[in-house]
């Protein structure tokens, strides 16, 4: 599949390698197309992956991965622009931790709004997909860094395009029984404010090799 | 111990009762003494249990547990006394949500502070420790209704308060190794956000029987 990956952080890079590694065909986007963390990227990737602008990655994909800071993304998704994004699933998994918020951070919007939302209402005609976002971005791209059973969460409004996140997320080793949708658009409020319960396990474990797993 | 439960609803009938079966000296607490839900639950208790006032429940608590629902909170621990909590235990185990806040529900306060914290502010000489808001009551009182590994949480600044409390849940099944301390009051705001995230679950499962494992 053709993938636009924005973002050339740790969640961008990790992602965009495990898109390539499981066989799609990745451009990364950036500000800049001589951005240098993703030509250093780009340097270790097989031929069939690529770096541009935002909009040329936006253009390139049938899917689009925003893997930019949530401060900043709905800023990043207009430079990759409207027509670029119209109809395509477009998968979020940023947190919108608000820049130098002392500690705990805060979010922005929390509450009675979520960036996924937010996403949403601003490029109606993409079909926005919150995924990922409550774990490190190596356990994101590789569930089996570790042992047993541990989820991931969805949400979303269109159903054939998490289907697609779905077909995704199980190429990165993600057994569909683990993969759980939780509804629509709105659930991903809950899903943004785990940040602050995760950052908290984070704080006490010591590191951020971890997961959950939903016990029924 | 002597133990205040604060709230006649099914959280505080739960937890009363598993701390009446685990052993302890329980007084049920409501805003009226003739509460017609407490004067049941109480027919059901051994002959140490009673029930009271908010004030008498306090009163009569070396650990006061407030399981009223967290939009009558603070008015609940005002009709409590702050002199019957000063120096106390007091076990929050309430989620901030607004009434008839639509779906899904809002939380108040959010974002950059909790109830928990507001607790604390209000009766600085109370001992508060946020835990076991992130299920549902049965699976609160009674850890092994659901198989294998999950976990329960806490926040608060006083280590001993914690140390009372790890007790409490070691009483009421919680292997010590699954009661996680997230560190100070501040972390009862993720726990309290976690709710929604809890909804989101609730909803795609279609059942409240669940609780969730930290896998490292």
Known sequence: MRIGVLGTGMVG????????ETGHDVVMGSRDA???KAAAWLATQPERAGTG???????????????TGGAVTLDVLRLAGADNLAGKVLIDVSNPMKPDSGFPPKLDPVGDDSLAERIQ????????????NTMNCDVMADPSLLPGEHDVFMAGEDAAAKETVRSLLRGFGW???LIRDLGGITAAR?????????????VSLGHNAFNIHVVT
């Open 121 to 132: 209402r601003e490029f109606p005609t993409a079909r926005v997909v919150k995924t990922l």
């Open 34 to 36: 001589a951005n240098e």
């Open 13 to 20: 890079q990790a992602l965009a390698s495990r898109l390539v």
């Open 190 to 202: 809950g899903l943004e404010m785990y940040l602050i319960f995760w950052i908290g396990l984070r």
């Open 53 to 67: 602008t935002f909009a040329d990655a936006a253009a390139h994909g049938e899917v689009v991965l925003n893997a």
């Open 175 to 177: 057994p569909d029984a």
